[in-house]
């Protein structure tokens, strides 16, 4: 006779049942921790546009000659835009010979100048204003002439 006893039916599906239980429980962890990032409030979002404005008011100076109509023009201050991070000036001739000046957004002043064969000449001078990539729409426009 041995004297080990037969295992007991009860004690090995005890086994198998703590077996079990310590395998599917830990399968079953994730998708309760799924299920709590499942109900997310959501922010409300709210969008808007901005219109970029054109500089307000210039002050400076013009000359032009009668050697080829040049024009000259210096831009001692024009009024800032906000949130600018750049302006562009142009002078257009009224041939449409234009000369381009980029200005970061800390400098507001500038000399210009552009020339025509034309005998009465009339140039624009524009100043946009930058928002990063964005550029304005509205420029400040002055028109000028020079005759002979």
């Given at each position: 006779m041995s004297k080990h006893r037969p295992p007991r039916p009860l004690g090995r599906v005890r086994f198998l049942v703590g077996v079990l239980v310590a395998v599917v429980?830990?399968?079953?962890?994730?998708?309760?921790?799924?299920?709590?990032?499942?109900?997310?409030?959501?922010?409300p979002m709210?969008?808007?546009?901005?219109?970029?404005?054109?500089?307000?008011?210039?002050?400076?100076?013009?000359?032009?000659s009668d050697s080829n109509r040049p024009m000259?023009?210096?831009?001692?201050?024009?009024?800032a835009v906000p949130r600018a991070s750049s302006y562009v000036v142009t002078l257009?001739?009224?041939?449409?010979r234009a000369t381009k000046i980029t200005l970061p957004a800390t400098r507001r002043t500038t000399a210009i100048s552009t020339e025509t064969s034309s005998r009465t000449a009339s140039y624009t001078l524009r100043i946009v204003a930058n928002v990063g990539t964005w550029t304005g729409t509205v420029p400040l426009e002055r028109t000028y002439t020079c005759s002979a």
């Open positions: 429980v830990p399968m079953g962890a994730p998708t309760v921790a799924q299920a709590a990032f499942f109900d997310a409030a959501v922010a709210s969008v808007g546009t901005y219109k970029i404005p054109a500089p307000a008011g210039i002050t400076g100076t013009r000359s032009c000259d023009i210096t831009i001692d201050d024009f009024g257009t001739a009224s041939t449409g």
